[in-house]
């Protein structure tokens, strides 16, 4: 089989345009089967730390409230990301978090008081296409890259609908590669 190499803005084109056409029962259908994949693969403990998304659900994302309950459930921290200024900062987020929606339709807590906390058992990150090398292609903005770079993170999870196809052929010095790729029926491992 012939290897594909493709640039960010064609994929992320083409990626965030198949999704678009899921319905909103897909989207919830996949993403739970996402997060049974997640739960399979990965030993989760009380106290385990979480850095997870909270997804634009204009632009179908895995829906992460599976995530969400679980955490909630059995002890283990979970971490959302949130924007302020050019910095991608993480909040601790409890049952009790008080949320707004921030300018780009995503869901964040209404503090801007970040944790202190630098290290993460796991951080689910979003994504619009990931290639079999594990090199993640997002909304272009750099958020993720710069947070992997600033903090230990022991696994780094994209999650998608789709499996890795072609390869991303402009990749930076400062992408951070990805160590799994969770789709709906297997986990990818780089």
Do not use: A
């Amino acid at each position: 089989m012939e290897t594909i190499f493709e640039t960010k803005e064609v994929l992320r084109k083409r990626y965030l345009d198949k999704r678009m056409t899921l319905s909103q029962d897909e989207v919830f259908l996949f993403s739970e089967q996402i997060f049974e994949m997640f739960l399979k693969e990965f030993n989760l403990k009380p106290n385990s730390k979480i850095h997870c998304f909270l997804p634009i659900t204009s632009k179908n994302e895995v829906n992460t409230q599976f995530f969400f309950d679980y955490c909630f459930k059995n002890s283990i921290q979970i971490f959302v990301p949130k924007v302020v200024g050019d910095d991608l900062i993480s909040i601790e987020v409890t049952p009790d978090t008080e949320f707004s929606i921030s300018k780009w339709n995503i869901k964040e807590p209404k503090t801007n008081v970040g944790s202190t906390i630098k290290e993460f058992d796991f951080c689910l990150t979003p994504l619009l296409y990931c290639d079999p090398k594990g090199n993640r292609v997002g909304y272009g903005k750099g958020f993720y890259d710069r947070f992997f770079s600033e903090n230990v993170v022991d696994n780094k999870i994209g999650l998608s609908f789709y499996k890795p196809n072609s390869l991303v052929v402009d990749v930076l010095y400062s992408d951070i590669r990805l160590d799994f790729l969770i789709i709906p029926n297997q986990v990818f491992v780089f």
